[in-house]
């Protein structure tokens, strides 16, 4: 009795230390977190990244260059993004290995200019051992974190970055930690291969998806090896009738898979077929994913059963690409019939030609009624090739080498005769593209007005404000840009270079040229043309043409003669506007985006609100810009948009960020925003202040909690600002950056509020400090006169309907 007293204690201590190391979460002996270019550490979370210059016995460049961004983002590792380290030649970061294994390496990359150096036009490789990581890597605009699993078998680990030719690398942060032995097999089962298996142990591995089904994003924080995981509602093929469930308090976790595997997030929500609506229902739930073609890929599909009632059988088919990983699956038998247990099954397909891998799970017997079939989790993980390399441009070169070696075996003659043949159609290409030129020359006068050519007799206005919405022949718009001057650039940003334009009838315009290789910015091209010949509002930058000829992306608009918001605020030499001026150009780019939330059928969403995009005329009147982020609204029966997060590092709504939920709501987050960078004159995020003022909207807040927000009051703005109306402008402020969308008024209530907060200031003839005399503050004034609505007190305002107010004022605007 005595003996089994002990050994019964003993398992209960057992159990319980196992469930308190557990809880801790993984410890790894290797971890290297490092923000590089900062000269100081930051904190992401609980983790803390150490700058690369404490210590310089990790780097080895032969010109250390750090560049700090004015780029911002709310994103939870936005401090990351910050700074960076510029390489202009080889240069590496070598960091000692104490457990030889499994290791992450992450690499964070985001572009900005700083100095004479524009990161978005950086090329360059990465290399890690024997391993080649990426080749001739280019990132534009937006920010991206890329992971990798090597296993390390040496005392050290060398990051190699190598710049191409007349370029330079950089890189924002990077980790180096060790993974837990058991979270990446040594071998796995082939599908579609003569082998059965695959040894992983000499390969290195790619995230490239980690979705966590149910429609729910797991954000790193909340997974002990600080993986993020992105909702599947993109990648779901919605013919199979899915349905999303969560019940977190139901996973059970034994001795094994433990959390490191996948958190309970991850295996608490499912994507469920919903076989209530047809009792019969034999259908299979499928994702389609983007991949390189010529790979091996590791996937990992995660069960756990908290969809079932009872432990019936539960066998279930899993296929890639349609052929079986699984015939039949018995979750059941392999979780010894325990509700809630998580299970994982890995399977490697190589994906040959198409640029799609495709994972299904259905039911084994298409008999039973109400078939149960779910997916909890997935992995998909790239191998590296046979070459030791993980990026594609080496197998489009290797097929190139093989294309290359094809045709000279066909035989001198055949080449000779290709070279002959090559020679006559050049020689009448030429001759084709002068005759072409020459018509092009001579018909500058002809537009293309909704794809249909058409002629202006009168050539000297062919090019009227007007005329809006003409495509544009590609000599005329290098005819008004003096052949795309670097001159005449007044901006850069992700989409492309912004120039000053002249057309023939002396109308100023602003041409912005897109890069024509971007995929990205190819859809934000058409996106924003699509949006701006749908509206036309004083308060909205106007389309006057574009260009899509010879695979330009160019987009024309009315000229903004003062710029940007931003400008004015902080980081250039611009005069200071004062508090009336800061105030009617919030009016006035309120009014924008009410029209864009009311103005049509369905709301236009901006989804990048940002002082930088709030434009200037020449008379201060402010005009919301650059729609090709923006998204149409969500039907009548729906809440919300759900899209992958799109936007400007420190506008982004924290409830569309975590949840991908996209809403108007979203757009008046970003402009409460705005709203501070207008009161405090400073950047949303400044890495050079004192960790507590780092994050602009977080610090405000705090002094609009303790109610002394009269304190971080823009210097500039001394004795402009009248106690009432800054209590009136934080309150509105501070609502708009409420945690939950449901909580913040409608853009149309900011605008309400905005106009009283406008005639609380009066028009006591006080002076405009830091005014210079071009500025006309009589523009900036309230469209909305006092004949027309009564203000009367803060009291009497919390009442007011505002739909029938803005009814009326959008009638008014839209004349």
Known sequence: MMAGGTIRLLIGVSSILYLICGSLGFNPVDKHLITCGSKTNVKVGDRVFVSDESDSSILSTPQKISGNSS?????????????????????????????????????????????GYNLSTAKFSVSAQTFTLLKEFKIESGYRMREYSLNITSDSLVLTFTPATNSFAFINALEVVSLPDELIPEDAITIGSKENHQNLRKRALETVERVNMGNETVSPQNDTLWRLWVSDDPYL???????????????????????????????????????????????????????????????????????????QPLILRVFINSLFVSNSLDLRYLTKNILGTPYFMDAIMRVSDSEKLTVSVGPNNPDVTYPVVFLNGLEI???????????????????????????????????????????????????????????????????????????????????????????????????????????????????????????????????????????????EFRTEIEMLSQFRHRHLVALIGYCDEKNEMIVIYEYMENG?????????????????????????????????????????????????????????????????LSKTGPEIDRTHVSTAVKGSFGYLDPEYLTRQQLTEKSDVYSFGVVMYEVLCGRPVIDPSLQREKVNLVEWALKWQK?????????????????????????????????????DRPTVGDVLWNLEYVLQLEGNDGRS????????????????????????????????????????QMVKEEMR
Request: charged share 25%; with cysteine; aromatic share 10%.
């Open 237 to 311: 093929t919605h013919n199979g009738f899915p349905t999303n469930v969560s019940k977190k308090e139901a996973v059970k976790y034994t001795t094994w898979p433990t959390e490191d595997i996948a958190p309970p997030s991850v295996y608490g929500t499912a994507t469920k077929l919903d076989s209530t609506r047809d009792l019969s229902l034999n259908a299979n739930l499928t994702w389609h994913f983007d991949v390189d073609p010529g790979f091996e890929y590791l996937v990992r599909f995660h069960f756990c059963d908290i969809v079932s009632e009872s432990a």
């Open 706 to 742: 303790d109610g002394r927000l009269e304190e971080i009051v823009d210097p500039l703005l001394a004795g402009q600002v009248k106690p009432d109306s800054l209590k009136k402008f934080g309150e509105i402020a501070a609502k708009c950056l409420a945690k939950h969308s449901v």
């Open 564 to 628: 940007s918001l931003k400008n004015y605020l902080y980081g250039s030499d611009f005069p200071s506007l004062s508090w009336r001026q800061r105030l009617g150009i919030c009016v006035g780019a309120a009014k924008g985006l009410h029209y864009l939330h009311t103005g049509s059928t369905k709301a236009i969403i901006h989804r990048d609100v940002k002082s930088a995009n709030i434009l200037l005329d020449e008379n201060f009147m402010a005009k919301v810009a650059d729609f090709g």
């Open 768 to 807: 405009d400090h830091n005014r210079r005399p071009s500025l006309q503050a009589d523009h900036l004034e309230s469209s909305v006169s006092n004949a027309e609505f009564s203000m009367g007190s803060a009291g009497d305002l919390a009442g007011v309907s505002m739909s029938k107010v803005f009814a």
């Open 381 to 523: 993980m790239k191998i590296s090739n046979s070459r030791g390399s993980l990026d594609s441009s080496f197998n489009k070169s290797s097929k190139m080498k093989v294309g290359v070696i094809v045709g000279l075996a066909v035989g001198l003659f055949i080449a000779i005769v290709l070279a002959a043949v090559f020679f006559l159609l050049c020689r009448r290409r030429r001759r084709r593209r002068r005759r072409l030129t020459h018509a092009i020359h001579s018909r500058t006068d002809d537009v293309m007005v909704n794809g249909m050519e058409s002629k202006d007799t009168d050539s000297t206005a062919m090019f009227s404000v007007s005329k809006i919405g003409y495509r544009f022949p590609f000599v005329a718009i290098q005819e008004a840009t003096d052949n795309f001057s670097e001159n005449l650039i007044v901006g850069v940003g992700g989409f492309g270079k912004v120039y000053k334009g002249v057309l023939r009838d002396n109308t100023k315009v602003a041409v912005k040229r897109g890069a024509s290789y971007s995929r990205q910015g190819r859809a």
């Open 71 to 115: 780029s911002i983002s709310s994103s939870f590792d936005s401090v990351l993004y910050q700074s960076a380290r510029i390489f202009s030649g080889t240069s590496l970061y070598t960091f000692p290995i104490r457990k030889q294994g499994r290791h992450w390496v992450r690499l964070y990359f985001s572009p900005f200019v700083h100095e």
